[in-house]
């Protein structure tokens, strides 16, 4: 295993062990809304450790090695539904994740991905036009 594939997990691991630092010596605070804990912090342990977690989600993100349990076999015992030299149809498929007013689009080809800009760019006209009647009403 490549060491980038390791360093989200490293940040992530890293980031919450200094969070807890943070709450042991009274820096940062952790209340829980609904079902989504809330950390509050004002000092700078807490800042560092929000930090690494964001950045070790986004190294998970690039890094990890997602197509690890889609290889498919070559060879083995089983049974076989795909005929021979049939090739599987590819999947593809995208999202849209708002963080406050920005959107974050990912696909998994670029097409996917433009159509998931679009589609994000849409409901951010959307959420804005209905902002706006609302405080207008």
């Given amino acids: 295993m490549r060491l980038a594939q ?15 630092l943070a709450l042991t010596r009274g820096e940062a605070t952790v209340y829980l809304i609904v079902i989504v804990p809330v950390v509050t912090g ?20 690039l890094f990890w090695p997602w197509s690890i349990g889609t290889a498919q076999r070559q060879d083995g015992p089983g049974p076989s539904y795909a005929e021979p030299g049939a090739q599987a149809p590819a999947r593809r498929w995208g999202g849209v994740v708002f963080l406050g007013p920005l ?3 990912f ?5 996917m991905t433009r159509l998931m800009l679009l589609v994000g760019v849409v409901l951010f006209f959307a959420l804005l036009a209905l902002t706006l009647l609302a405080l207008l009403a």
């Fill in 103 to 105: 959107p974050i689009v």
């Fill in 107 to 111: 696909g998994s080809d670029s097409r």
């Fill in 6 to 20: 390791l360093l989200g997990p490293i940040l992530l691991i890293t980031g919450l062990g200094i969070l807890a």
């Fill in 42 to 61: 004002s000092g700078p342990l807490a800042l560092l450790g929000i930090l690494l977690i964001f950045v070790g989600f986004f190294a998970l993100a």
